[in-house]
T-cell receptor, first 115, second 111 residues
Framework: ETGVTQTPRHLVMGMTNKKSLKCEQH?????MYWYKQSAKKPLELMFV???????ENNSVPSRFSPECPNSSHLFLHLHTLQPEDSALYLC??????????????FGSGTRLTVV | DQQVKQNSPSLSVQEGRISILNCDYT??????FLWYKKYPAEGPTFLIS?????DKNEDGRFTVFLNKSAKHLSLHIVPSQPGDSAVYFC??????????FGPGTRLSVLP
């Protein structure tokens, strides 16, 4: 257990479904991130929250909707996804966004399959 | 345009030998670099880092070398062990920005 917990670990959803991914950290970090990892591609940054405020949206389609109610929790709400959205979604946290000294702590990810 | 490149998607090394994973970057403003290791079904875990003011950092079997003039860094694992088999990501950051990750290199250490 890395300190960042993601649920569920696996998710299969239809294109018309609505689901949510959850991320939780109790490391005292103030920044949280959603990354997407598709096969044979670099980790793609999706969203950044710093002190609960969204500081970056990396041109992510609106069918992905993040929510950060507090510094310990981060959600990714999914609706009307496409099969090409199937990927591993990773949550990460750090002391603060944009500070390299501390690196990231990643969760184990949610393997999403859109059918 | 990828700012962080790992041109070898995979690497196979015999147990006990040296593994060398390479990473190139294009942004000269990057001032901190990290290596992450990822096993299947797990998130990446931090392995080792180096600041741009250094050219070498060592931690046990792992050493990272930085050549700023060439915009190149490498991770050396000596001796390689079967448990080192994983995907290794190079990451870079410019202070105030967010990390940029390379595509990863899959290392297989053969017994």
């Amino acid at each position: 257990e890395t300190g960042v917990t993601q649920t569920p670990r696996h998710l299969v959803m239809g294109m018309t479904n609505k689901k949510s991914l959850k991320c939780e950290q109790h490391l005292g970090h103030n920044a949280m991130y959603w990354y997407k990892q598709s096969a044979k591609k670099p980790l793609e940054l999706m969203f950044v929250y710093n002190f609960k405020e969204q500081t970056e949206n990396n041109s992510v389609p609106s069918r992905f909707s993040p929510e950060c109610p507090n510094s310990s929790h981060l959600f990714l709400h999914l609706h009307t996804l496409q099969p090409e959205d199937s990927a591993l979604y990773l949550c990460a946290s750090s002391q603060e966004s944009g500070q390299g000294d501390y690196g990231y702590t990643f969760g184990s990810g949610t393997r999403l399959t859109v059918v | 345009d990828q700012q962080v490149k790992q041109n070898s998607p995979s690497l196979s090394v015999q147990e006990g030998r040296i593994s060398i994973l390479n990473c190139d970057y294009t942004n000269s403003m990057f001032d901190y670099f990290l290596w992450y290791k990822k096993y299947p079904a797990e998130g990446p875990t931090f392995l080792i880092s180096i600041s741009s003011i250094k050219d070498k950092n060592e931690d046990g079997r792992f050493t990272v070398f930085l050549n700023k003039s060439a915009k190149h860094l490498s991770l050396h694992i000596v001796p390689s062990q079967p448990g080192d088999s994983a995907v290794y990501f190079c990451a870079a950051i410019n202070y105030g920005q967010n990390f940029v990750f390379g595509p990863g290199t899959r290392l297989s250490v053969l017994p």
